[in-house]
């Protein structure tokens, strides 16, 4: 019954997306007496299937394998305690409390407990079972969130007919999810139709590479000719004129600020060339030096962002990366780990190439009309924070991303369909430029337009996003998710409902 009801868990997620049977089988276990280990348990292997390619990142970045997977049972092991330990407790509390029907009590639960763990670690929402789904298109009023409730909301009706000895209550089942289905399927028809007679488009070009991380930094010149072939093959193609071209995350893998140096001077060059020549915008990720304003030199103290660079015929403009990767591009709680023997002695023997720091600042970027910001690898994962862009006045989406760290098909799955999340939610396009994962064009639908993941490019056309309600309020259905479940925790922790 434990592997059972973590294989069900798993099968929520990508690469498998299956639909509300995953919350009907684990729904179920909550007649039967479980216990705090059980829940525990039930979620670190679910964590721990879910987020198996860590193992695989952490020897990509340098430390030893057996690290990797005390990663994985640490992380998995905290995940565990914050989000299906508690939920499996209270939901056993409400047990008792059964005035309260939990087909409301026990999907604001989840979601409420969700939004908490979201401020930790945004991976792996539960909702996410309903993305290739009509339903997805409720997100535009919900978020996310509103897709882990109504996940969870079936399976909880049919919870409260077993526990009341009521079968009629099984009729809320249709009559929710009819017409929820038949309204999603017309609004994606709808927001289609809309981006259809829109006559302002701008083409992108984003391309898809396939190197090691090793090659990136040991085969630097090769790797970026190989980049700037494509680039310039792919504008031949398609008639890229005039067009945004994209490149992934540190797809210049060195100082941004020292290609004016002769080592690297060819990069410019090459760069500078192709702008002039064909008038595209040109969006490229690389490493990023300062110090005091000053760039060009390394110093000792120089502060390092990850960046990506929008250059163009008038100038070059910069965003950070803000939402950093804890030990991928920084050490959190130094000060903590400094007092840890073991923690600290492998922190000196396997040091970052170079700590990152973050940035507070939030660019929005114009080209041919059109506004875009972009967005650092799994800062695509944070949907208040994507949302604020939009609000500001983005027009489309960036997404770069560097999924070598992935090292298979699970990680980057996963990855990709967060950003087609973000795509509904916000009613804009999402394009992604990647390598070692899926590049594509999500329209503001959810409908994958084109995609890739194998190497070459991409390319396609996008609009004027829309603005949902959702990117203009936030989170409004969450926060009324947050007030009943405090509600519901003050009342199950002082008496019985009468």
């Given at each position: 019954m434990l592997f059972l009801t973590s294989l069900f868990l798993v099968l929520s997620q990508p690469p498998f997306l299956v639909p509300f049977i995953p919350s009907l089988f684990v729904l179920s276990l909550i007649r039967k007496k479980t216990d705090f280990l059980f829940w525990f348990l039930s979620g670190l292997i679910f964590w721990a299937v879910t987020l198996n390619w860590i193992p695989k990142a952490v020897k990509t970045g340098g430390f030893p394998i057996p690290l990797g997977f005390l990663a994985l049972i640490l992380l998995s092991s905290i995940l565990s305690l914050i989000s299906t330990t508690p939920?499996?407790?209270?939901?056993?509390?409400?047990?008792s409390k059964n005035k309260i029907p939990f087909s409301i009590s026990v999907p604001i639960i989840w979601t409420a407990i969700e939004f908490l763990r979201f401020k930790i670690f945004p991976w792996a929402p539960f909702g996410i079972q309903l993305i290739n789904t009509p339903f997805s298109q409720i997100s535009e009023f919900t978020g996310i969130f509103g897709l882990s409730f109504l996940s969870l909301f079936p399976a909880s009706v049919v919870l409260d007919a077993i526990e009341r000895r009521k079968p009629k209550l099984l009729f809320i089942i249709p009559l929710i999810l009819i017409p929820l289905f038949f309204m999603g399927i017309l609004r994606e028809n709808q927001v289609e139709r809309v981006l259809a007679s829109q006559k302002e488009k701008l083409k992108v070009i984003l391309l898809r590479t396939d190197f090691s991380r090793q090659q990136k930094w040991l085969e630097f010149r090769r790797t970026i000719e190989r980049e700037f072939e494509t680039t310039e093959e792919a504008i031949g193609k398609v008639g890229g004129e005039g067009s945004l071209v994209v490149w992934p995350e540190t797809s210049i893998s060195a100082l941004f600020d020292l290609l004016n140096t002769k080592t690297l001077s060819f990069v410019r060059e090459r760069m500078e060339g192709i702008i002039e020549r064909y008038g595209v915008g040109m969006i490229v990720g690389?490493?990023?030096?300062?110090?005091?304003?000053?760039?060009?030199?390394?110093?000792?103290?120089?502060?390092?962002?990850?960046?990506a660079f929008f250059i163009t015929e008038g100038g070059?403009?910069?965003?950070r990366k803000e939402k950093l990767v804890p030990f991928g591009e920084f050490i959190p709680a130094r000060s903590i780990i400094k007092k840890i023997g073991f923690l600290e002695r492998v922190i000196r023997r396997v040091k970052l190439s170079v700590e990152l720091s973050s940035w507070g600042r939030r660019e929005i970027f114009d080209w041919r009309g059109l506004k875009f910001s972009a967005f650092i690898c799994?800062?695509?994962?944070?949907p208040s924070y994507v949302r604020e862009a939009v609000k500001e006045g983005a027009d489309f989406i960036v997404n770069i991303s560097n999924d070598v760290w992935f090292g298979g098909e699970w990680g980057v799955k996963q990855h990709f369909y967060y950003a087609v999340a973000r795509a509904i939610e916000n009613r804009v396009y999402i394009v992604r430029s990647v390598n070692k994962g899926i590049a594509g064009i999500v329209s503001p639908s959810g409908k994958v337009i084109s995609t890739s993941n194998k190497e070459g490019y991409v390319w396609g056309e996008v609009g004027r996003g829309q603005k949902s309600f959702y990117s203009v309020y936030g989170d409004v259905f969450l926060y009324l998710v947050s007030f009943f479940a405090f509600v519901f925790l003050f009342f199950a922790s002082s008496k019985k409902i009468d």
């Open positions: 939920f499996g407790l209270l939901s056993e509390k409400f047990k690389s490493i990023e030096g300062e110090k005091s304003g000053e760039k060009g030199v390394i110093y000792e103290n120089t502060r390092f962002f990850n960046s070059i403009w910069v965003q799994w800062e695509i994962l944070f």
